[in-house]
Structures are given as structure tokens and as C-alpha cells.
């Protein structure tokens, strides 16, 4: 019987058909374990650091957060350990972790903190890079609308400037012959001690030779000129970078709503623009004045012996207002920013009516009583008054600008009598002048707000924590009630110190007050994101070659006097490139809070939480003060009659 065998044939074709599934699907879960390998070393090279993170050291900030200026004093080590504070872990490769607000933290050191980055990378936030910068030359073209066109100035500025000096001229001179400090006050109000609220009244003599002084100087001041004034425009007063570079924001948001009216800015004489400076200035529509001599020469005080007083400082404000070429004027302080055309406020009812605008301030009126009697007025106001936009037909208010500007050079005994310790200076001089000068104006009813941050505030020992609002830019508002200004008026204003993307710059108008508003939100029928815009400013500015000639004009001069200083160190300006430090500040504001509790009130209240035991400090730093202030004023009575006894 012949031998069978098997048939290999549909065996094989069996089992290999079998098998292929097994080998694919074994190929295929290798290459997906491969593919995912690739792809997680991929993604951790993305999210970890590749090489091993040290520690640099913990870096203390103010404002309770860690985007707060830096604090340097109280840098530690990367082994101490902290328990407290706002700050941040700065480690190497210009990473940062442990970014903290103050108050109680579980104790770390940076050291180990800056290790575990390896093992947890997504927590790493590198500090922003420097402002590189693309391009040079002018950039005030390429900043504005395309679209504007604007005057042209096409008189003289020198025969200008030379009638202006001549009318200051006349100025000082009836100064000099009314008198210069002739009265001294009581004393200087300050949050301790304040004679207004302690009961200390002026000497009848005091008063009568303060009313004599200033109708004097009323009675020999110059005349309103007839042909020195015409036309409308906006005055705007500079110099130096720190009101240089937020005057140079001002003109650049200015002139993107659409404003087209001539602009003259004024400056100190001894921070004038370059003349590459000027020319930049001159493609927004700007004519560059200096302010003339602000000092009495060979008229020395009574109380000194100096040939020369400097009457600087507030008194550039009203000397730019005086001296400008028009005869209606909006004055802008450099830091206050339009959102809206400001030119619709000329054809406001209330200017119509009386040749003066003038806004509100946070607080109530704390004028002395005395004030009144000084300027022999029927009733004084219950607010006060901010100055940072003012509207004026000098034609019609002349005298009353000039009481201003007089009240200002004797600002010795005035700013003490028309304000306590908040807000010293030139705001309330423009309307009590205008009130003993028999004038009107008309003052616009809608309260001021405040555009801020949501801050986390702590108790003493930061046990304690809580959130509220800080305001750091009032609000104000045309005579419709709309938003029209921002006047950051705290500094830091408006810095070069800005990070190479906008992603790292922290925003300071988060909050709109009163109605807790977020404020991109409120901006929407603008459709503008305005930071936006003015980071892009600034960034464009800082790359200006006008610009660091300007600084380096200030710096051979030495024209930076100590409030007069750079927002930032001259080294750091000129690093272009390369690694800011820190991040860009948050800037903090006001504690409205804080104020309340120092005695102070007034229309911000409505939007300032308060407390039973703020209720408490507002009683003890207001009625209490001033129980204590009298009967130190006794005791010290008694004393004086006891050593005249014995």
C-alpha cells in the first residue's frame, strides 16, 4: 500500500493566513507605544526644563502681590525660609515659581521649590524679556490716524515767547509791590496734627493784611491784552522724562479720537525739548513754548535772606494757562488721558454761561474758616476740586486766573488754608480765585470715579486677608455724564519699563468705580482696548532716536533734579534687549478705605465698603484729635501763665 502524507499545502496557507493578524497587530502596538514614548518626551521637553533648575533667590514685592514693584531691601536667600509676604521664587534660566500674595504660606524655601520644577514645570513663568527695537526715527506719523489732518503753526514762536515774558513780567511785578509771605499761617496741617481741626484760628490783623495783599496785587496786575490772545486750543505742560513720556501719551490718545485743535505744550526752562524732540512733536500738531522765569529776583522773603525765590512748581500750571496764544483754553495735565474729543466741552451750556469748567474731587471741602474771611466771600464750596482738566475763556475769567497764579506764589499760608494734608496744591486755588474775583464757573455734577485693580489687602501680622479695590486713575466725565478723562494721577504714570509682549504687561484699569464695572466691558461702544494702545505707544516712543538724545541732553546738563528723576534707572533705559529682572509692575492706587479712616469724606464713599471698627478710627481721628488738640492747647495755656506767675 503506498505511503500517505499530509498535505502541507492548505496548512501552511492556513497558518500563515492566521498568523499575519498576529504579527500586524503586534507591529501595531509596538509602533503606537513608540509613537507615544516620542511624543511625551516631546511634550515634557516642552513643559519641564531640560536641565536641572537652580535657585537665584526669593524676591520681596510690594502691593501685596507678586506682580508688585520690587520690594529690594528684603530679598532672601534661597535657603531662608518663608512664611509670609508677597513674592516670588526667582530660579535660573530667568524662570520664577511660588508666586504669592501676602499673608500666612505653609513655610518653603526657594531652594527646594526651584528644584521640584523638573517635576512640575507647568508651574514655571519666565520674567518678561526687554523692549528690542525693530526700527528708529520719528514715529508720530505712523502713530496717528492717516486720516487727521492738522493745524499747521505758522507764526512766530520767538516774538511769542518774548510777549510772554514781558506780560509774567507785569505779573511779578505786582507781586512785589502786594507783598511776598506778608502772612504766615498758624501752622502746617498735616494727618497728626492739624490747627483747622484743632479749633486754632488766624489773628484778626493776619486775616485783614491777607485780603489788603491780594486786592493790591488785583489792582496793579496787567490788563487783559486785547490782541495778545485768540483762537481755541489745548495747553499741556512737560519736561524731563517723568511728564515728557506720559505728555507724549497724552498727544498720541489725544489725537486718536479724532481731536484736531492746535496744541502748545509748555516746559521748564531748564528741560526744554531737543530740537529733534521738537520736530517729532511738531507731526502731532504740538508747538513747543518754554515757561518763562518763574523766581522773584532781588525780592527777598521776610523770613530768609536769599536774593532769589523760586516760585516753581505749581505755579508752571497756571503760568502755561496765562501765557498760552489762546484765548479759550482745555488745560491737560500730561497724565491725563481723553477718550472722547474733548473740543464738544467749548459748547457745553455751563461754559457758554460762564467761561469756566471746572470737575470735582474725591473729598469734601476742608477749607479753613478763615479762607472765607480772607477773600471777604458770601459762602465757600462744600467740595473740592481736581485740576487735572479745566476749561477757560481767559477773555472772561482774566482776573481770576491771575488771583490764581498769585494765591499759588504765596502758596505758604494759601495751601494750608484751602486743604488739609490730601491733595496740597495748585486744584483749589483756580476756583476760590475765581470767587473772590466776582466770577463764575460752572462745575460738572457728575461725581468722580476711580478705574483700579482688585488687590488682596492684609492685616498687620497677615493673618488676616481680604480683597478690595485700589484706584489708581480718577475718572471723570463731560457734561452729559459720559466718560471723557483718565487722569492717572499716581505714580507710577506711564513708564518705559514695559515688557517686550503685551501678554507680560499688567494691566492697571481693570475695575471701573462706581458699579464695580470690568472695564474692557465699559470700553465696548469705543471698541478700543486703550492699554493696548498705549503700550504700543510707549514701546514705539522707547525705540525713538529723538528720545535718547533728549535723555542724554537732560543727563550732560544735569537738568534731573530730585523731582525730576527718570521713572527708571538710566542704565536700565539704555538695555535695550536682554531680561527686565522683574515683571512689569502692577500699580497699586488708593486705599479710598484707608482715607475714610484718616478723616476724610466725601463722594468716594459710594463706593467704599466700610466697617464698624472704620467707623470707630474715623471717630478717634476726627473727634478725638481734636479733643486732644484743644487740650493740648489748654495745658500748654496754663503752662504758659505759670511761668508767668513764678
Known amino acids: 500500500m503506498p505511503r500517505q502524507f499530509p498535505r502541507r499545502g492548505r496548512s501552511a496557507f492556513t497558518s500563515r493566513l492566521v498568523a499575519l493578524p498576529i504579527f500586524s497587530l503586534l507591529a501595531l502596538v509596538c509602533y503606537t507605544w513608540a509613537a507615544r514614548r516620542v511624543i511625551t518626551q ?30 529690594w531691601a528684603w530679598d532672601r536667600d534661597c535657603d531662608a525660609w518663608i512664611s509670609m509676604d508677597s513674592g516670588y521664587c526667582e530660579c535660573s534660566r530667568n524662570l520664577t515659581t511660588k508666586r504669592l500674595s501676602c499673608g500666612r504660606h505653609t513655610p518653603f524655601n ?200 523760586d516760585l516753581s512748581g505749581f505755579t508752571m500750571k497756571v503760568a502755561a494757562l496765562v501765557l498760552s496764544r489762546f484765548q479759550e483754553v482745555i488745560f491737560l495735565d500730561s497724565d491725563n488721558i481723553a477718550i472722547e474729543d474733548p473740543e464738544i466741552l467749548f459748547s457745553s451750556a455751563g461754559y457758554k454761561q460762564t467761561g469756566a469748567l471746572l470737575w470735582p474731587d474725591y473729598w469734601h471741602s476742608s477749607a479753613a474758616p478763615d479762607l472765607q474771611l480772607i477773600l471777604d466771600v458770601p459762602s465757600m464750596a462744600d467740595n473740592t476740586f481736581e485740576s487735572g482738566q479745566m476749561v477757560f475763556d481767559k477773555k472772561r475769567v482774566w482776573e481770576g486766573l491771575l488771583l490764581a497764579a498769585f494765591f499759588n506764589m504765596q502758596s505758604n499760608l494759601y495751601y494750608e488754608l484751602f486743604s488739609n494734608f490730601m491733595g496740597k496744591g495748585d486744584k483749589e486755588s483756580f476756583a476760590h480765585a475765581l470767587r473772590a474775583a466776582r466770577l463764575h464757573y ?29 484706584g489708581n ?104 534687549g536682554g531680561w527686565t529682572g522683574s515683571f512689569h509692575p502692577l500699580n497699586n492706587g488708593i486705599d479710598f478705605r484707608r482715607a475714610y479712616v484718616w478723616g476724610l469724606t466725601g463722594p468716594y464713599l459710594q463706593f467704599t465698603p466700610t466697617s464698624i471698627g472704620d467707623h470707630l478710627l474715623y471717630i478717634k481721628n476726627t473727634w478725638g484729635k481734636a479733643k486732644l488738640g484743644r487740650l493740648h492747647r489748654f495745658w500748654s495755656w496754663v503752662k504758659f501763665w505759670r511761668r508767668k506767675l513764678h
Not at 445 to 465: A, F, H, M, N, Y
Not at 540 to 548: H, N, P, Q, S
Open 42 to 71: 516631546l511634550t515634557a521637553r516642552q513643559t519641564k526644563p531640560q536641565k536641572t533648575v537652580g535657585c537665584v533667590a526669593w524676591r520681596k514685592t510690594h502691593s501685596c502681590s507678586p506682580f508688585g514693584e520690587r520690594d
Open 110 to 309: 526657594c531652594a527646594a521649590e526651584c528644584g521640584e520644577l523638573r517635576e512640575n514645570g507647568e508651574v514655571a513663568l519666565a520674567l518678561p524679556h526687554n523692549v528690542s527695537c525693530p526700527y528708529s526715527g520719528s514715529v508720530g506719523v505712523r502713530l496717528m490716524q492717516d486720516s487727521l489732518s492738522l493745524p499747521e503753526w505758522r507764526g512766530n514762536t520767538k516774538n511769542m515767547d518774548a510777549q510772554a515774558a514781558v506780560l509774567w513780567g507785569q505779573v511779578m511785578t505786582a507781586v512785589q509791590l502786594s507783598g511776598y509771605n506778608l502772612v504766615p499761617p498758624p501752622g502746617a496741617r498735616g494727618a497728626s496734627r492739624d490747627w483747622v481741626r484743632d479749633g486754632v484760628r488766624m489773628q484778626r490783623e493776619d486775616i485783614m493784611r491777607a485780603q489788603t495783599q491780594w486786592r493790591t496785587f488785583l489792582r496793579e496786575s496787567p490788563a487783559y491784552p486785547v490782541e495778545g490772545f485768540s483762537g481755541r486750543g489745548i495747553v499741556i505742560l512737560a519736561g524731563g522724562l517723568t511728564y515728557m513720556v506720559p505728555a507724549w501719551v497724552n498727544i498720541h490718545m489725544l489725537r486718536r479720537t479724532g481731536c484736531t485743535l492746535p496744541v502748545e505744550m509748555f516746559f521748564p526752562g531748564k528741560e526744554l525739548p531737543t530740537a529733534e524732540l521738537e520736530a517729532a512733536l511738531s507731526e502731532v500738531g504740538v508747538v513747543c513754548r518754554p515757561l518763562p522765569d518763574l523766581q522773584l529776583q532781588d525780592f527777598p522773603p521776610s523770613n530768609a535772606t536769599d536774593t532769589e525765590t
Open 442 to 470: 460752572h462745575l460738572l455734577e457728575t461725581p468722580v470715579g476711580s478705574l483700579g485693580i482688585i488687590k488682596t489687602s492684609c492685616s498687620r501680622d497677615q493673618r488676616s486677608c481680604w480683597q478690595e479695590f485700589a
Open 473 to 576: 486713575t480718577m475718572t471723570q466725565y463731560d457734561t452729559d455724564g459720559k466718560l471723557m478723562f483718565l487722569h492717572t494721577n499716581l505714580s507710577p504714570k506711564w513708564s518705559l519699563e514695559v515688557p517686550a509682549e503685551f501678554a507680560y504687561y499688567n494691566r492697571r484699569w481693570q475695575v471701573l468705580e462706581p458699579g464695580n464695572t470690568t472695564f474692557l466691558t465699559s470700553l465696548q461702544t469705543l471698541h478700543r482696548d486703550l492699554e493696548a494702545e498705549i503700550y504700543q505707544i510707549l514701546v514705539d516712543l522707547r525705540c525713538a532716536e529723538f528720545l535718547d538724545l533728549y535723555v542724554a541732553t537732560l543727563e550732560s546738563d544735569q537738568r534731573m533734579g530730585a523731582q525730576k528723576q527718570m521713572p527708571l534707572g538710566l542704565k536700565a533705559f539704555r538695555s535695550i
